[in-house]
């Protein structure tokens, strides 16, 4: 399935060094050009590492800017208009996704819902660990250790949330480990 991303998924995961878990779990992420103006060239302008981590994701090519038609634009104008909590990165990530047709990757709530409305599917940063951990390219160490540097980073997240996904690391069984129980 194909993947589109919001700023913040490749801020985070660039902050811990896991933003490679996006290559390896999709290939190719694609990414509007605001996103790319949010991510890479603000990111630059105010000194963030985390920026050129994303330009060399764009430069080797897995990372993919989509840029928008004129009604596409006008479509995002409209969307702000009725929807002001998001912002224009957010809308063109949505309309991409939704032309697509992807799972889009956003960790802001009021953006989340908004798509979801639209009926798209909207997964965070914090699902890529965990899927990372289901397709074992982290061990269960690697993934809780990026939980956990994720919040000390920054990213706000639920205490019964943040619970519930150390839980879910701490039982997880790999499938290797699976058919050995068997």
Known sequence: MPIVSNTSPLIWLSKIGKIMLLKKLYGEVIIPEEVYR???????TEGFSDALVTKEGIDQGWIKVST??????????????????IHLGETQAII????????????ESSGRAFAETWGLKVRGTLYVIMEALREGLLDKDEAKEAVLELIS????????LLARILREIERFIPRD????AI
């Not at 949010?38 to 630059?44: I, P, Q, S, W, Y």
């Not at 928008?68 to 909590?85: D, G, S, T, Y």
């Not at 991409?96 to 960790?107: S, V």
């Open 96 to 107: 991409i996704t939704r032309e697509m047709n992807a799972l889009l990757l956003m960790d």
């Open 177 to 180: 480990e699976k058919d050995v």
């Open 68 to 85: 928008l038609n004129e009604r596409e634009i006008k479509f995002c104008q409209k969307m702000m208009e009725h929807a002001f909590e």
């Open 153 to 160: 980073k920054g990213l706000r997240i639920e205490p019964k």
């Open 38 to 44: 949010e991510a890479v060239e603000k990111g630059l």
